[in-house]
T-cell receptor
């Protein structure tokens, strides 16, 4: 089946530093990818839509300058949490839409802990 | 997005069938019914989807009401590995739209 890989799986960083999370579609091309955030005991919340070669579209309430998204190729999107603070600690999940079949596939998630 | 309603939690005994209900009374004609599940500390995993007819795959069965205002995900023999949060989501075809997650149903499986 289609595979979406996220890296790193988990990361711990100090407050004020920036953290980059990668989302790769390993065996299909994905013009569109989606980024979600999930706090403990809550559901996934859509943060932004990432389109290859263009600016990401952010959901209401998500700061675009804080969560930088780059989708430079058809198989890679990155989410950078800038100047991270403890309240940014969360489980970040990406989803990639297969260009060929239109279905959505999810990465394993990346757990960010900001001290 | 059309809204779905699911029970917060359900419990099942191991090796027994489980019926997970979902109400979607405002579903439109172009909405597909998708089911995903999320195991602890993992990303969501596709389970099954359908439009009007009942669907079967190796993981589960999906029973869709004739008026499409409700559906039921059926796990034929629950195992401990099926313990997860199950999400029922409506999505228009395979277009360029994301999945919008509700609260889902947390399924516990008792040995």
């Amino acid at each position: 089946g289609a595979v979406v890989s996220q890296h790193p799986s988990w990361v711990i960083c100090k407050s004020g530093t920036s953290v980059k999370i990668e989302c790769r579609s390993l065996d299909f091309q994905a013009t569109t990818m989606f980024w979600y955030r999930q706090f403990p005991k809550q559901s996934l919340m859509l943060m932004a839509t990432s389109n290859e070669g263009s600016k990401a579209t952010y959901e209401q309430g998500v700061e675009k300058d804080k969560f930088l998204i780059n989708h430079a190729s058809l198989t890679l999107s990155t989410l950078t949490v800038t100047s991270a603070h403890p309240e940014d600690s969360s489980f970040y999940i990406c989803s990639a839409r297969s260009d060929s079949v239109g279905e959505l596939f999810f990465g394993e998630g990346s757990r960010l802990t900001v001290l | 997005d059309a809204k779905t309603t699911q029970p917060n939690s359900m419990e099942s005994n191991e090796e027994e069938p489980v019926h997970l209900p979902c109400n979607h009374s405002t579903i439109s004609g172009t909405d597909y019914i998708h089911w995903y599940r999320q195991l602890p500390s993992q990303g969501p995993e596709y389970v099954i989807h359908g439009l009007t007819s009942n669907v079967n795959n190796r993981m589960a069965s999906l029973a869709i009401a004739e008026d499409r205002k409700s559906s039921t995900l059926i796990l034929h023999r629950a195992t401990l590995r099926d313990a997860a949060v199950y999400y029922c989501i409506l999505r228009v075809g395979t277009g360029n739209t994301p999945l919008v997650f509700g609260k889902g149903t947390r399924l516990s499986v008792i040995a």
